[in-house]
């Protein structure tokens, strides 16, 4: 809705979702799924390849182990930047509780 169409008094950015405010939050939410979703369809992935080489033997076992450590680790400091992210733009005690 462009200034010309609004009611007397009413500013853009007094129209819902429309705030500076709401604008941040959202383009930070955006990033966030952004930096989520890979995680959430390799995750499943993982663990399968974690159970079929538990049910293989030792030493595929111990070479998976050790792969998914590190894709775990990979997962941590992309979830780690997606809490900074949402810092931005909420206390951060409410993100940790």
Sequence with gaps: MD???LPPGLTPSGIPG???EEIAIERVM???DEMVDPI?????????RLSEAVRSGPD???R?????VDTVEGFQVI???ALNR?????DPEEVRN
Excluded: C, F, G
């Excluded at 949402?86 to 909420?90: A, F, K, N």
């Design 86 to 90: 949402l810092d931005e733009v909420l």
């Design 3 to 5: 200034s010309d169409n």
């Design 18 to 20: 429309n705030s500076p």
């Design 40 to 48: 959430t369809v390799l995750m499943p992935l993982v663990a399968e």
């Design 30 to 32: 955006e990033r966030v």
């Design 64 to 68: 998976t182990i050790s792969s998914a």
């Design 60 to 62: 595929d076992a111990a």
């Design 79 to 81: 979830l780690d930047e």
